[in-house]
């Protein structure tokens, strides 16, 4: 099984832009693809924020976009709000029966 | 409104057995994917398999298959994840998600609240 491999922490200030990556380890690149991305605040259950890569699901701020370059999936976050503040994980479909999460990446906003 | 209701915490012993369940409402609950993800106490996401209630249809995490058994009943709209022998390891919280159809099939775009389990040596 292939790994996603997310940054610990990222930070930022309020209103700038903070870019969270994702990585997938594998060989089987080919079927590193259909990222979406969660967002979780402390004790609450995830929230799908991005799919396929770049679209964002309705009532999702058009702050939050995604893109995907070779292995490599980021999640990006502009004008950075103090609810911002979350666990963010990526999430793909690498080639097993049951899709892989990140390792998650927690956004502090400073 | 589209959502998943999960059952109460629990709070069990090692060796014991438990069921816990997610109902769906305001959807059709048989086309749809159900997925059951843990989450360790203060570590991340992991999916741990899915069933399609349609037809029972099972797809388990190959590190977790034998560990848990999924189930669904589908006059009731419920999924179900249940252990036979509960261990101090399986203390998480538990999160039912619908897979999604068309352009977000291949992501969870409903959750439910989660449930813990408490598991005591």
């Known amino acids: 099984q292939s790994a996603l491999t997310q940054p610990a922490s990222v930070s930022g200030s309020p209103g700038q832009s903070i870019t969270i990556s994702c990585t997938e380890t594998s060989s089987d690149i080919p079927n590193y693809r259909y990222v979406s991305w969660y967002q979780q605040h402390p004790g609450k259950a995830p929230k799908l924020i991005i799919y396929d890569i770049n679209n964002r699901p309705s009532g999702v701020s058009n702050r939050f976009s995604g893109s995907k370059s070779a292995n490599t999936a980021s999640l990006t976050i502009s004008g950075l709000q103090a609810d911002d503040e979350a666990d963010y994980y990526c999430?793909?479909?690498?080639?097993?029966?049951?899709?892989?999460f990140g390792s998650g990446t927690k956004v502090t906003v400073l | 409104e589209v959502q998943l209701v999960q059952s109460g915490a629990e709070v069990k012993k090692s060796g014991e057995s438990l069921k816990i369940s997610c109902n769906g409402f305001g959807y059709s609950f048989t086309t749809y994917w159900i997925a059951w993800v843990r989450q360790m106490p203060g570590k991340g996401l992991e999916c741990m398999g899915l069933?399609?209630?349609?037809?029972?249809?099972?797809r388990y995490s190959p590190s977790l298959q034998g560990q848990v058994t999924m189930s669904v009943d589908k006059s009731i709209n419920t999924a179900y994840l249940q252990w036979s022998s509960l261990k101090a390891s399986d203390t998480a919280m538990y999160y039912c998600a619908r897979r999604g159809v068309g352009p977000t099939y291949e992501s969870f775009d409903i959750w439910g609240q989660g449930t813990m389990v408490t598991v005591s040596p």
């Open positions: 999430s793909s479909y690498t080639g097993s029966s049951t899709p892989s």
């Open positions: 069933i399609y209630p349609g037809d029972s249809d099972t």
